[in-house]
């Protein structure tokens, strides 16, 4: 724990401006990003008695280990600054509210030829319409299939509607009238684009117009004795209604607004979204936050405000925006909102009427997810301390492990072997530091041998980084070397941070192995300990016997799910490799020639076999492909053909002979050729 006034910087130093501060770890990890009208002013608030700070405020400046800051000329610079940081460093201690990313939209590809209509989740792409968030995706499902009666757009993926192009046949959906099958001109590219885009009206609220001229259709049809395309619009007209219904009128005069309410308590806080379009709530998403220090509501919507329409832009960002309370001060926030939708952003507080009784709704739906949120952390808290504690215990360590690192072996006979490092921190996954290894000293099966591959590996490179931030021991004065940070922009580094616990899957071989990797660099501060699957036994280093964890222990339970979690992931990257050799083909053989080019010339012959059969002078029209390549994919074919068929010269019977299936890296079928 280190001593905020030991890295404190005089008041002189810290200019009286607007800026973006960053605190960093011993690691030079960044843990927290602010930003202040003074710089001075608020950095001087962290540097106080640390008795009189918020509890997670005083573990942040415990934790930091040094602070700098960045001046910007204005507050709104300032808010764009802290906002790119927060996106880049993933600080720690930041304000971040999860499961963001996770709510599936009603996407429409205006960006292509044929828009398409289909559920979307994670970041948005430029020349996408985005309808939502929904709650779950079959919400989405059942909204599209009542609209496709009315506006039969395109539903299917790129493959279908390739493979339905080229048969000449549509889908099911083209058959019930539920698209109106593009990909077989049933209707020209700029008619399709046209329906898409009343889908998009429809969907973004401006639904009378749209029932109101159906129905007069519905009515000239009518007059006109055409009842079989009156009795269809009655039917989608009915659809819509239908759809309509889903999602009721909250607010008059078609509003277009974002709602946002608030549950808070001391140390965490639950965000709500109403996402209302056309008067009608067209979606709604909620997070959950830990409170870093003791912020006001005002600052929590601010950061909501920040993460909501940090990547957005244009009509993504409603006219109005109605917040239980106002960041202090309002004024670059709104300014930011502006220049993103490019038009005025209203930002206040509801004070009567319709939008105040829907504000309460969303407030009584904030509140319910921070009730349902801590049940569930509790329980979740409780247990993964337990485990720990028990972990601690087993292994007699000075203190709980809050960062474990798990390695697994996967190889298929001794083919393809690799390893694979899974971290978990606190007793949850950490899946953005996984990492994978392929075993490069030596071919085979080996176990134990590849096992104190990866951990020297992976340990070399703890120590590397370790020596460019300036923590390396000088082995000559035993004094740490100052030699200052290689990288400026704080990103983690991929193997600077250790663990307080390696875990090996496997027995006392494997253990020995891992503890004898970090005796020879040098590392004495690690513990190490293997999860033998037979008996789940736990073993450590220079132990003649297994420490037992009793079946019920949450401990053993952890180390279970760490080592599962290790073979998953080992596994996983094991069968990819393996994959990619056996779909490996005769063109891998062929110098020079990139993946770009073999698609192209399958793609231009229509298969191998008619690649096989075409002459020089076939192959040198495909674009790129030149004669020198050209002779020597012939020659590549002509080696992997396969041998003319043996033939019984006594009864004329063709001998299929079954040779055995070899597949290789183009380097292993070049040794086995030669």
Same mark, same amino acid.
């Given at each position: 724990?280190?001593?905020?006034?030991?890295y404190?910087?005089?008041? @002189?130093?810290i200019p009286?401006?607007?800026?973006?501060?960053?605190?960093?770890?011993e690691?030079?990890?960044?843990?927290?990003?602010?930003?202040?009208?003074?710089?001075?002013q608020?950095?001087?608030?962290?540097?106080?008695?640390?008795?009189?700070? &918020?509890?997670?405020?005083?573990?942040?400046?415990?934790t930091?280990?040094?602070v700098?800051?960045?001046?910007?000329?204005?507050?709104?610079?300032?808010?764009?600054?802290?906002?790119?940081?927060?996106?880049?460093?993933?600080?720690?201690?930041n304000?971040?509210?999860?499961?963001?990313?996770?709510?599936?939209?009603?996407?429409?590809?205006?960006?292509?030829?044929?828009?398409?209509?289909?559920?979307m989740?994670?970041?948005?792409?430029?020349?996408?319409?985005?309808?939502?968030?929904?709650?779950?995706?079959?919400?989405?499902?059942?909204?599209?299939d009542?609209?496709?009666?009315?506006?039969?757009?395109?539903t299917?993926?790129?493959?279908?509607f390739?493979?339905?192009?080229?048969?000449?046949r549509p889908?099911?959906?083209?058959?019930?009238?539920?698209?109106?099958?593009?990909?077989?001109?049933?209707?020209?590219p700029?008619?399709?684009?046209?329906?898409?885009?009343?889908?998009?009206?429809?969907?973004?609220?401006r639904?009378?117009?749209?029932?109101?001229?159906?129905?007069?259709?519905?009515?000239?049809?009518?007059?006109?004795?055409?009842?079989e395309?009156?009795?269809r619009?009655?039917?989608?007209i009915?659809?819509?209604?239908?759809?309509?219904?889903?999602?009721a009128?909250?607010?008059?005069?078609?509003?277009?607004?974002?709602?946002?309410?608030?549950?808070?308590?001391?140390?965490?806080?639950?965000?709500?979204?109403?996402?209302?379009?056309?008067?009608?709530?067209?979606?709604?998403?909620?997070?959950?936050?830990?409170?870093?220090?003791a912020?006001?509501?005002?600052?929590?919507?601010?950061?909501?405000?920040?993460?909501?329409?940090?990547?957005?832009?244009?009509?993504?960002?409603?006219?109005?925006?109605?917040v239980?309370?106002?960041?202090?001060?309002?004024? =670059?926030?709104?300014?930011?909102?502006?220049?993103?939708?490019?038009?005025?952003v209203s930002?206040?507080?509801?004070?009567?009427?319709?939008?105040?009784?829907?504000?309460e709704?969303?407030?009584?739906?904030?509140q319910?997810s921070?009730?349902? &949120?801590?049940?569930?952390?509790a329980?979740?808290?409780?247990?993964?301390?337990?485990?720990?504690?028990?972990?601690?215990?087993?292994?007699?360590?000075?203190?709980?492990?809050?960062?474990?690192?798990?390695?697994?072996?996967?190889?298929l006979?001794?083919?393809?072997?690799?390893?694979?490092?899974?971290?978990?921190?606190?007793?949850?996954?950490?899946?953005?530091?996984?990492?994978?290894?392929?075993?490069?000293?030596?071919?085979?099966?080996d176990?134990v041998?590849?096992?104190?591959?990866?951990?020297?590996?992976?340990?070399?490179?703890?120590l590397?980084?370790?020596? $460019?931030?300036?923590?390396?021991v000088?082995?000559?004065?035993?004094?740490?070397?100052?030699?200052?940070p290689?990288e400026?922009?704080?990103?983690?580094?991929?193997f600077a941070?250790?663990?307080?616990?390696?875990?090996?899957?496997?027995?006392?071989?494997q253990?020995?192995?891992?503890?004898?990797?970090?005796?020879?660099?040098?590392?004495?501060?690690i513990?190490?300990?293997?999860l033998?699957?037979?008996?789940?036994?736990?073993?450590?280093?220079?132990?003649d016997? =297994?420490?037992?964890?009793?079946?019920?222990?949450? @401990?053993?339970y952890?180390?279970?799910r760490?080592?599962?979690?290790a073979h998953?992931?080992?596994?996983?990257?094991?069968?990819?490799?393996?994959?990619?050799?056996?779909?490996?083909?005769?063109?891998?053989?062929?110098?020079g020639?990139?993946?770009a080019?073999?698609?192209?010339?399958?793609? &231009?012959?229509?298969?191998?076999? $008619?690649l096989?059969?075409?002459?020089?002078?076939?192959?040198?029209?495909?674009?790129?492909?030149?004669?020198?390549?050209?002779?020597a994919i012939?020659?590549?074919?002509a080696?992997?053909?396969?041998?003319?068929?043996?033939?019984?010269t006594?009864? @004329?019977?063709?001998?299929?002979?079954?040779?055995?299936v070899?597949?290789?890296?183009?380097?292993?079928?070049?040794?086995q050729?030669?």
């Amino acid at each position: 724990m280190a001593d905020p006034s030991s890295y404190r910087p005089k008041p @002189g130093q810290i200019p009286d401006a607007p800026g973006v501060y960053k605190f960093r770890d011993e690691h030079r990890r960044v843990i927290y990003v602010g930003k202040a009208k003074s710089l001075r002013q608020r950095l001087a608030n962290y540097f106080q008695d640390l008795a009189g700070l &918020h509890p997670r405020t005083r573990s942040m400046v415990t934790t930091a280990a040094s602070v700098e800051w960045t001046v910007v000329t204005t507050e709104v610079e300032a808010l764009q600054l802290e906002y790119s940081w927060i996106k880049e460093f993933d600080p720690r201690f930041n304000v971040k509210y999860r499961d963001d990313k996770s709510y599936p939209y009603l996407a429409v590809t205006m960006n292509e030829q044929f828009p398409r209509v289909q559920v979307m989740r994670g970041a948005k792409k430029k020349g996408v319409r985005y309808f939502g968030p929904y709650g779950h995706a079959w919400a989405i499902r059942d909204t599209v299939d009542l609209l496709l009666r009315a506006f039969p757009v395109r539903t299917c993926s790129a493959g279908v509607f390739k493979n339905a192009t080229r048969t000449g046949r549509p889908c099911l959906l083209g058959y019930i009238g539920k698209c109106s099958a593009p990909c077989v001109e049933r209707i020209t590219p700029e008619d399709h684009r046209e329906l898409a885009e009343d889908f998009c009206d429809f969907m973004a609220g401006r639904t009378g117009t749209y029932i109101r001229r159906l129905e007069r259709q519905m009515a000239d049809a009518a007059e006109d004795m055409e009842y079989e395309r009156a009795a269809r619009l009655r039917d989608d007209i009915d659809a819509l209604k239908k759809a309509m219904e889903k999602s009721a009128v909250v607010l008059a005069d078609a509003t277009d607004a974002d709602l946002i309410a608030l549950a808070e308590d001391e140390l965490e806080a639950a965000v709500q979204i109403f996402h209302v379009r056309g008067g009608r709530v067209r979606g709604q998403r909620g997070w959950v936050t830990d409170k870093v220090e003791a912020v006001t509501s005002g600052d929590l919507v601010e950061h909501a405000l920040q993460q909501l329409y940090g990547e957005e832009s244009g009509d993504a960002v409603p006219k109005e925006v109605l917040v239980p309370a106002l960041p202090d001060p309002t004024e =670059p926030i709104q300014e930011w909102l502006t220049e993103r939708r490019g038009a005025n952003v209203s930002l206040r507080i509801p004070q009567r009427g319709d939008k105040k009784a829907l504000m309460e709704t969303v407030a009584r739906n904030a509140q319910q997810s921070l009730v349902l &949120h801590k049940t569930k952390r509790a329980s979740d808290l409780t247990t993964r301390s337990r485990a720990l504690e028990e972990i601690a215990a087993a292994l007699e360590l000075d203190s709980v492990p809050l960062r474990i690192e798990c390695y697994d072996i996967s190889h298929l006979q001794g083919d393809d072997v690799v390893a694979s490092m899974v971290v978990f921190e606190d007793g949850l996954a950490r899946k953005s530091e996984y990492r994978r290894f392929q075993i490069k000293g030596f071919e085979g099966q080996d176990d134990v041998r590849s096992m104190h591959e990866v951990i020297t590996r992976r340990f070399k490179r703890y120590l590397a980084e370790k020596e $460019k931030t300036g923590e390396w021991v000088d082995e000559e004065t035993g004094e740490i070397a100052d030699l200052g940070p290689t990288e400026e922009d704080g990103r983690p580094k991929r193997f600077a941070y250790p663990p307080q616990l390696v875990v090996v899957d496997g027995g006392q071989p494997q253990v020995a192995a891992a503890r004898r990797a970090l005796d020879e660099l040098g590392i004495d501060d690690i513990a190490v300990c293997g999860l033998a699957k037979r008996l789940e036994e736990v073993w450590v280093p220079e132990e003649d016997d =297994p420490a037992i964890l009793p079946r019920t222990s949450e @401990g053993l339970y952890l180390l279970q799910r760490v080592r599962d979690e290790a073979h998953r992931f080992a596994i996983t990257y094991q069968r990819t490799k393996r994959a990619k050799r056996f779909r490996a083909g005769p063109l891998d053989d062929v110098p020079g020639l990139g993946d770009a080019r073999k698609q192209t010339l399958i793609k &231009h012959f229509g298969s191998v076999k $008619k690649l096989r059969s075409a002459t020089i002078d076939q192959i040198c029209e495909v674009p790129g492909v030149g004669r020198k390549t050209a002779e020597a994919i012939v020659v590549a074919l002509a080696r992997a053909a396969p041998a003319a068929p043996a033939v019984n010269t006594a009864t @004329g019977e063709i001998m299929e002979e079954e040779e055995p299936v070899t597949a290789g890296t183009s380097e292993e079928r070049r040794g086995q050729e030669t």
